[in-house]
């Protein structure tokens, strides 16, 4: 026992190692080729007849994870899914069309791939959510539910699930917001996060489900948009600067919400997905921080590279009130600690990366 779990710490040392970006696009068997601290073993440790089923792959977050997963485990061993065929999809990717809604046609993917690990990113956001408030809870719950059930049914090893800094609401504290507080989301997106969070919790303790998961805030990247989320802002504001040099806010220029890069969103699920089981000390969802930001600051920060830049405001959308109930900023000591979270962006790195790449890539 005490054997295993010296090297399963070993082993997660090696893929911190790999995980720190160093290696750029290389593949965990290009970097081993190419550095020699990092052993042989610890390839065929992390391709040890790993079998990853992503559901919901096609979103923002989905995109850039299946991309991360399939360079560590081999395109073979990462299967995709969701309700529509993908915009782009390579020639050996797998990939089948799934509704997390139907069991039968879920229990049949389960067993046709027969998962090792599964990622849950399906998901209605906390926009949409509020105007499709049945459809939110019935997506975000029962598409859970069902996952939780199939995981525990066939045996499946790690399950990741995102929840959400949604899971606040105005009682909590507005700054530094504790893992552990008043937690009372008004958002229906909120209230099916905190209801997942206290589910997963459940399956962990009950059927010893190896669960685990991140509170996301909002995610910033240029490859694939998010949709119908509060934060979508800080991701549109940099396509409306290059395209039109002016951007309309739908928040109000001082409301701080916590952010994240995207490459820290993915190392940090990475990072999560392979810590020591022992070290998980939280089975409901771990705080997790970046940065955080209000729009006027952005704005400026946009405006240091592109001069001609204008902001303006409108003062009646309806996610100003979900902002308004969120965290300014988080406290993530937690996932600090249990398994070394640290993210790497900060404003500036992450504005520079956004337009070098918008302007090239899109
Ligand atoms: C949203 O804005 O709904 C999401 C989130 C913070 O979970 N980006």
């Not at 002016?246 to 699920?269: H, I, K």
């Amino acid at each position: 026992m005490q054997f295993i779990a010296h090297n399963a710490t070993f082993f997660h040392e090696n893929l911190q190692i790999y995980n720190s970006g160093y290696f750029g696009e290389k593949s965990i068997n290009e970097a081993i080729d190419c550095c020699p601290i990092l052993p042989k073993k610890c390839a065929n440790f992390v391709s040890m007849k790993e079998r990853i089923l992503m559901i919901g792959s096609n979103g923002q977050i989905g995109s850039e994870l299946a991309t991360a997963l399939r360079r560590r485990f081999g395109t073979e061993n990462v299967i995709t899914s969701d309700i529509r065929e993908p915009t782009v999809l390579k020639e050996d990717e797998i990939f089948e069309i799934i509704n997390v809604l139907d069991k039968p046609a879920l229990t049949d993917l389960f067993e046709k791939y027969k998962p090792t690990q599964l990622y849950l990113l399906a998901a209605m956001l906390s926009a949409t959510g509020e105007k499709y408030p049945q459809k939110a809870w019935d997506l975000n719950i029962n598409g859970l539910l069902n996952v939780l059930d199939l995981a525990v049914e066939l045996d499946v090893k790690k399950v990741f699930w995102p929840s959400s800094i949604a899971v606040f609401g105005p009682h909590s504290p507005k700054q530094n917001t504790d893992q552990y507080c008043v937690m009372d989301p008004v958002s229906i997106y909120g209230v099916t996060k905190l209801a997942g969070e206290r589910l997963c919790e459940y399956y962990h303790h009950k059927y010893k489900l190896d669960i685990r998961s991140v509170r996301f805030p909002g995610i910033i990247s240029w490859k694939t948009a998010p949709g119908g989320g509060t934060t979508d802002y800080a991701v549109d504001i940099f396509i409306e600067a290059l395209k039109y040099g002016r951007y309309t806010c739908f928040l109000s220029a001082n409301t701080a919400l916590p952010m994240l890069y995207m490459e820290d969103a993915v190392r940090g699920t990475m990072e999560l997905m392979d810590a020591p089981v022992e070290q998980i000390s939280i089975r409901s969802s771990y705080n997790l921080a970046g940065l955080s930001f209000t729009p006027s600051e952005i704005g400026k920060e946009i405006k240091k590279i592109l001069p001609n830049f204008e902001m303006s405001y409108v003062d009646d959308d309806p996610r100003q009130a979900i902002a308004d109930t969120w965290p300014a900023s988080i406290d993530d000591a937690y996932a600090r600690r249990d398994w070394g979270w640290k993210p790497k962006f900060d404003l500036e790195s992450i504005t520079e990366d956004m337009i070098a790449n918008l302007k090239t890539n899109v």
